[in-house]
């Protein structure tokens, strides 16, 4: 199928320009989720979808939702977010919202109707800003429900409830914002690689084959607090050591022989209390993730993980506490979502390069209610959720060709599909 979308690469250049000022001034690269910076990034993107002809709506999840070609409750989606993590980056989700966004334009530049309605959507809270997310799209997918808002705080001190009512949302009805199985006839989403596999094989892009899945959690150790001078070594509670020995076995658990290369686990943050130089520590609250794409090593991770927290807590005679707040098993993408992001990138003369997703996306989480495609494109030795993360502006354009062509691939599938 020939191209017959006309990708401006001056408009997308524009839009990171401007998109990347939305930033906390005192983190480069940081527009957290109900942040000042995510709404005022937020209103501009909703202007820019007006001026590319969409209707814009926020669903009750306060996704921002653009919407082309009438009526009807069935739908062709795109998206990813324009939330990041701490001085995290400017290219990861922002590719696939602005890119989303620049093919709507073309479809309106070239008045191309497409065979259903097209949805493009900035999702609301992908990146863990809170313990429930990625919230927007597992809003729509049904995964979130008003139960588990209850209690949830953002880290500038608001009820989420509040939080996603300020962005346009109404967190009293969620439920509003879920779609039903098959009301989304396809999803498709562009990304950054956020690894080197396409860089180190000269690749511009790949086609994912499947989503790792993140599994969350806290680890709780509460020992005593006491005079770091005057208790001898061998009387101590010492939380802090307890929870070191942890973080040390998360990287010897995940990295055993025997389990997937693909496993990998992190604890991204510790509180230590009393947090005193003189004082040893009482009590450690801690963050442990894992993820695999191999469901059955990540499941073997999940419990050496419990185990071992419980065997650290034994010998060190500490109490300890192991919650998990949000499990997810790898997702595959499927295999007619990889043939159609594939015919694009036949029509477009690129190489055709599987690869599985180590990072998780919105796509993971929608995909149990619509068949979801993504593209990947290369990023800069595959560095991401840090200020050096990089893809080129040539890269880019690429992946949203490359989006597009997936697009109507889609919309000609869909059709045969119907004619039976
Ligand atoms: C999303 O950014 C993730 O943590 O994979
Ligand atoms: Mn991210
Ligand atoms: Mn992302």
Known sequence: MDEILEIKPERIENDFKILETFTDPEAPWT????????????????????????????????????????????????????????????????????????????????????????EIVDFTCEEPTVPISPVGSRIIAGDITQKDLEGVITPFGETIHKAIDDLGGDSSNISKAKRALGQIAGYLELHIEQGAVLEKEELAAGIVTAIAGPCRGTVQFIGQPEHAGATPMPDRKDALVAAAELVIAIEKIVTTTGMSEENVGTVGWMNVSPNMINVVPGQVDMSVEVRSTDLESLVLVRKSLEEEVEKISEKRKIESKLTWDHLEDPVPLPLFMQDVVKSAFTDLSIPIKYLPSRASHDAARIAPITPAGMVFIRCLEGKSHCPEEWTSMDDIVLGIRLLGQSLLRLNENFLKNKKG
């Not at 007006?50 to 669903?59: F, I, Q, T």
Request: hydrophobic residues 40%; charged residues 25%.
């Open 31 to 118: 527009r957290r989720a109900f942040s000042l910076q995510n709404k005022e990034a937020r209103k501009w993107l909703a202007d820019q979808f007006r001026a590319a002809g969409l209707d814009v709506y926020n669903d009750a999840a306060s996704n921002l939702i653009g919407r082309r070609g009438g009526d009807g409750d069935q739908v062709f989606m795109m998206g990813s977010h324009s939330d990041t993590v701490i001085e995290g980056g400017r290219f990861d989700g922002i590719v696939g919202v602005l890119g989303a966004l620049e093919i709507a334009r073309c479809l309106q530049d070239s008045d191309i109707e497409l065979s259903l309605p097209l």
